[in-house]
Nanobody, 121 residues
Framework: QVQLVESGGGLVQPGGSLKLSCAASGSIFILDHMGWYRQTPGKGRQLVATITPVGTTNYVDSVKGRVTISRDNAKNVVYLQMNSLKPEDTAVYYC???????????????WGQGTQVTVSS
């Protein structure tokens, strides 16, 4: 099994910063794309950012210039540095990874349990 464990969420004032972390562990043969999604009540999960193993990144337009995704391949960790946070960034943030488990031959999608980010004064 593959586990993704997020940390770093919390309450921050508008204009503030937060850094989320997500550590992947378990029976991982190949750890490919990693990323972050977010979800608000009544809405589906929205892509925030993704990163490939070689560092190619992709961001949703609403966070470009304010958010940076990075990863440490040696530690199987992905980060999301969020600056100039806005109330509309409030959501549950989910870590995502595309993984081939040990003994497997196909990619599977792994998800973290989610971490709440609240931007409010």
């Amino acid at each position: 099994q593959v586990q993704l464990v997020e940390s770093g969420g919390g309450l921050v004032q508008p204009g503030g910063s937060l850094k989320l972390s997500c550590a992947a562990s378990g029976s991982i043969f190949i750890l490919d794309h990693m990323g972050w999604y977010r979800q608000t009540p009544g809405k589906g999960r929205q892509l925030v950012a993704t990163i490939t193993p070689v560092g190619t990144t992709n961001y949703v337009d609403s966070v470009k210039g304010r958010v940076t995704i990075s990863r440490d391949n040696a530690k199987n960790v992905v980060y999301l540095q969020m600056n100039s946070l806005k109330p509309e960034d409030t959501a549950v943030y989910y870590c995502y990874a595309k993984v081939i488990p040990v003994g497997g031959s196909r990619y599977v999608d792994a998800w973290g349990q989610g971490t709440q980010v609240t931007v409010s004064s």
